[in-house]
C-alpha cells in the first residue's frame, strides 16, 4: 500500500523570480533598432563604395576636431546617466549635498539632459555650417548619407532627453524611489548607452576611417 500524505496548507511555495517585462520589452526593442542602423550602416558603405570620389571630397570638409569634441561630450553624458542609475538603485532621488557625490538620480539625469542637448545643439551648428557653404541633402551621395544616418541618430537623441524629462518626473510625483522608478531610470540608460555606441560607430566611419582606409 502506497501512502501519500497530504502537503500542509501552510507550506510555503518557493517564490519564483520572474524577469522585468519592462526591461525586457526595451531590450527588444533595442533589438529592432540594432537592425535599424546597421541598415544606414550599409547604405553609407555600399554608396561609398559606388562613389568613392564623392565620399572623399566630403570627408575633407568634415570638421574633425570639433566633432570629436561633441562626440566626447555625448559619451560623457552616458557616465553621468549611469551614475543616476547607481542612485536608483540605492534609492537616491534626490541629492543631500552639493557636492556630486551626494547627488541622486535626479541630479545625475539632469546633467545627462545638459549634456545631451549640448550635443544636439552642436549637431544642429555642424548642419547650419555646411548647408551654408553649400552642402545641402541632394548634393551627392556623401551628404545625403551624412545628413540621414547622423539625422535619424540625432532625433534618437532628441527622444531619449524627452524621455530623460519624464523619467524625472515621475521620480519627482513619487514620495520615494520605488521598483517602477528606478526599473525606468535602468531602462533609459539603456536606450542612451545605446545611442552613445552608435554615435561612436558612426563617428568612426564617418570621421575617422577614411584616416586609415
Known amino acids: 500500500m502506497v501512502c501519500v500524505t497530504a502537503a500542509s496548507p501552510t507550506t510555503a511555495l518557493p517564490a519564483v523570480k520572474r524577469p522585468n517585462t519592462t526591461a525586457i520589452g526595451v531590450i527588444v526593442w533595442l533589438g529592432s533598432e540594432v537592425m535599424f542602423f546597421a541598415g544606414l550602416f550599409a547604405i553609407y558603405f555600399t554608396l ?48 543631500t549635498g552639493w557636492s556630486p557625490a551626494k547627488w541622486g538620480t535626479i541630479e545625475w539625469f539632469y546633467a545627462t539632459v545638459v549634456l545631451g542637448s549640448i550635443f544636439v545643439g552642436g549637431q544642429v551648428w555642424e548642419y547650419a555650417t555646411l548647408v551654408s557653404e553649400g552642402y545641402v541633402l541632394n548634393l551627392n551621395a556623401f551628404t545625403s548619407t551624412f545628413y540621414m544616418s547622423t539625422g535619424f541618430h540625432g532625433l534618437h537623441v532628441t527622444g531619449g532627453l524627452i524621455v530623460f524629462l519624464i523619467v524625472i518626473g515621475r521620480i519627482y510625483a513619487a514620495r520615494r524611489m520605488g521598483h517602477r522608478e528606478a526599473t525606468s531610470a535602468i531602462c533609459i540608460s539603456y536606450y542612451w548607452h545605446f545611442v552613445d555606441v552608435v554615435w561612436i560607430g558612426l563617428f568612426f566611419v564617418i570621421y575617422i576611417l577614411p584616416f586609415i582606409s
Do not use: W, Y
Open 48 to 95: 561609398r563604395a559606388m562613389a568613392p570620389e564623392q565620399f572623399a571630397a566630403g570627408h575633407d570638409i568634415m570638421n574633425i576636431p570639433f566633432a570629436s569634441i561633441n562626440t566626447s561630450i555625448l559619451v560623457l553624458s552616458s557616465v553621468t546617466c549611469q551614475f543616476g542609475v547607481f542612485a536608483a538603485e540605492h534609492s537616491k532621488p534626490r541629492a
